[in-house]
């Protein structure tokens, strides 16, 4: 199979650490490694090894097979045929073709549940004698930090139970090695590493790496096998006496196993983002540089968890995430080193109480879902949100006297269009934004179905809605109304936010002509092969390309840029406006016009995976984060929940109503 030798691979420990890199094995990003392990997963993570030079020995000569570039932008490199093969599953293996006719097999698995990577090379063919030279680069540092040449790193390691152990630095985990060959210690820095999407992104981007000596194998007698792990950490692998090849296959084997019980390669995708925190669940918002973040991870989790069929991973998020609640709020973000967790973000605790009814309705019939405590403690942190809301709270969020939700300070961003510029909101939307409302109303009617004091203000709001966001002359909805909080203000930029009145919540508020007016101007204006853009062309400040230094990139980050999980909403809606009469025949025509283009661009960016976002305009240059959450989640949800033929569904769909004064989600 042939990719772009630029694309980027990504293995996942379940713990918040990974390997990462590129089909061609030239590190690009800070973040490319062989080893990231997570101290407390899944923060304080560290890159321990971040890579390493490889060559042949033979009769005929001596033969690189790996690729390094250096500052001022030279690169040390076999040649370029040397590449014959790159395949991505069920891990990353390379197949060389060296010059004097042999061939090599090279390929690296992250063990799940452990900080650990594993590397094996072989010889294809007819036996041949060849040695296999191998000299690790090693760090430990912070997954954002560069690390530079210092007289402090202890490049010296002793001697654990047939492993050799290094401890790069004190309040840092070790690098733990076990392997077949023959190591000689050879400490060397290798200074001026260039990361060249570093350098295109406007962030420092030369890196200098210690290298303590050289592991050689003889690879005429067995395959080569080297194993990197994380020391000192709960989940590193016990010190062993067996062998270093018979601790290698069988963590093979259980790998290869592991991921041969995944329906599909998106399904498999899909597992890396779930991963640990606490005694319970969080999902990462994306590699490699993302933590977890709430309103991610509560989008995600209908897709990785729901209609990936793991109901027990989204009962242990949601139970996980409701201890965090503080004055109505959920933090959208937990910092990497144990600092006081962020309430920045008014839609990510609506997220949450969407999850938790979708997850309930996914789980109806199954025995038990929920203890009568977890139910509890689930249903008070709805009130806990739907309370603190509506008397106010941060940041100027309060349910108005209409039963609207208003929000938003000077120099603040709530909603997820929270890029900024030198301090500057690039877009504000502080006063009522209309995707915050359809989540609000969707909160209030789910609320109801706890406690009927909420009934009241979800019919104000449903009446409210229509009537304040209705633009009649656009023919499509305000992405704001009340702007800057000054009564009858609107912002009329023609933003998909409005999706959510009609697609990707349980609860339309829009319907009828003036829904289908909204999904057929959305579907003109802003649709992409690969997702939605933020911002439709011609409107002010539309931005065709994502590129440049920060300030550029986050001028351009909700300015046209295309959003892939907005794909999402997007065909709920196109279902709900094409639907009636022969639902099977919109979902095929659904799955054919919209999903299957954008599972055509899984390997476009991260193998396997999908983007963060892309350009506006052709050819969708993918950019940002390449292994994105909820890009992935809404692809599975899509292929598994919504584009499924109505006699093929599972179950039947419960209309139980959850709210007598209004209409209820399904």
Request: glycine letters at 10%.
């Amino acid at each position: 199979m042939k990719f772009n030798s630029g694309a980027e691979w990504i293995e996942t420990d379940g713990l918040g650490g990974f390997a990462s890199g590129t089909v061609s094995g030239l590190r690009t990003r800070r973040y490319h490694a062989l080893l990231l392990a997570s101290a407390a997963p899944p923060t304080e993570r560290f890159v321990l090894v971040n890579g390493f030079d490889a060559w042949l020995e033979t009769s005929e000569g001596v033969f690189p097979i790996s690729t390094q570039r250096y500052a001022p932008g030279v690169t040390h490199a076999a040649p370029a045929a040397l590449l014959e093969s790159f395949e991505p599953e069920p891990f990353p293996r390379w197949t060389f073709t060296i010059q004097n006719g042999m061939r090599l097999e090279q390929e690296i698995f992250v063990r799940h549940a452990s900080p650990i990577a594993c590397l094996r090379w072989r010889l294809l063919g007819e036996d041949r004698r060849a040695t296999l030279e191998v000299r690790p680069f090693f760090s430990g540092r912070d997954l954002h930090a560069l690390h530079h040449e210092n007289p402090t790193f202890d490049f010296e390691p002793r001697s654990d139970s047939g492993r050799l152990v290094w401890q790069p630095y004190p309040g840092v985990p070790g690098i733990a090695v076990q392997g077949n060959g023959v190591y000689e210690h050879r400490p060397e820095w290798y200074r001026s590493f260039l990361y060249e999407e570093e350098r295109a992104r406007g962030f420092d981007h030369l890196e200098d790496l210690a290298a303590p000596g050289i592991f050689r194998f003889d690879l005429s007698r067995e395959a080569a096998v080297l194993m990197f792990s994380a020391a000192g950490l709960k989940e590193s692998p016990a010190p062993t006496r067996r062998k270093a090849v018979a601790v290698f296959q069988a963590y093979r084997a259980a790998e290869v196993k592991r991921r041969e019980a995944f329906p599909s390669r998106l399904h498999r995708s899909a597992d890396a983002y779930l991963v640990r925190r606490g005694g319970g669940k969080t999902i990462i918002a994306g590699y490699p540089w993302f933590a977890d973040w709430g309103r991610d991870t509560f989008i995600s989790l209908r897709g990785l968890c729901l209609a990936g069929g793991r109901p027990r991973e989204a009962r242990e998020i949601l139970l996980e995430w409701s201890g965090a609640v503080s004055q109505g709020m959920l933090p959208n973000h937990f910092p990497e080193r144990g600092e006081s967790p962020e309430y920045n973000s008014v839609d990510a605790s609506l997220w949450y109480i969407v999850a938790i009814h979708q997850f309930l309705r996914a789980c109806k019939g199954m025995r038990p879902a929920l203890s009568e405590a977890e139910a509890r403690r689930l249903q008070g942190a709805v009130q806990e949100i739907l309370e603190g809301y509506s008397r106010g709270t941060r940041f100027g969020i309060r349910m108005d006297e209409d039963g609207l939700l208003s929000c938003g300070e000077p120099g603040v961003q709530l909603t997820w269009m929270d890029a900024r510029v030198g301090g500057r909101a690039v877009t504000p939307r502080t006063g009522k934004p209309v995707e915050i409302q359809a989540l609000w109303i969707n909160a209030l009617a789910i609320g109801s179905g706890i406690s009927q004091r909420w009934e009241d203000a979800a019919r104000r709001g449903r009446l409210a809605f229509e009537e304040r966001f209705w633009n009649e002359a656009g023919g499509f909805l305000y992405d704001v109304v009340d702007v800057d909080h000054r009564k009858g203000a609107v912002d009329a930029s023609f933003r998909p936010n409005q999706l959510y009145a009609v697609g990707g919540l349980p609860l339309a508020l829009l319907e009828g002509k003036k829904a289908s007016r909204v999904v057929a101007a959305v579907e003109e204006r802003l649709l992409t092969p690969i997702g939605l853009r933020s911002l439709a062309p011609g409107e002010p400040g539309y931005a065709p390309r994502y590129g440049g230094g920060v300030r550029e990139r986050d001028g351009a980050y909700h300015q046209g840029t295309v959003w892939p999980h907005l794909m999402g909403p997007f065909v709920e809606a196109w279902l709900r406006v094409h639907g009636d009469g022969k639902p099977d025949a919109a979902i095929a025509e659904a799955r054919t016009r919209f999903l299957d283009p954008m599972l055509q661009c899984l390997d476009m960016a991260g193998l396997g995976h999908l983007p963060e976002i892309a350009d506006a305009e052709l050819p969708h240059t993918p950019r940002g984060c390449p292994f994105q959450a909820w890009s992935v989640a809404e692809a599975l949800r899509l292929a598994e929940q919504v584009l499924v033929p109505v006699k093929r569904k599972a179950a039947p769909r419960s209309r139980r109503r959850l709210s007598h004064a209004t209409t209820s989600p399904e």
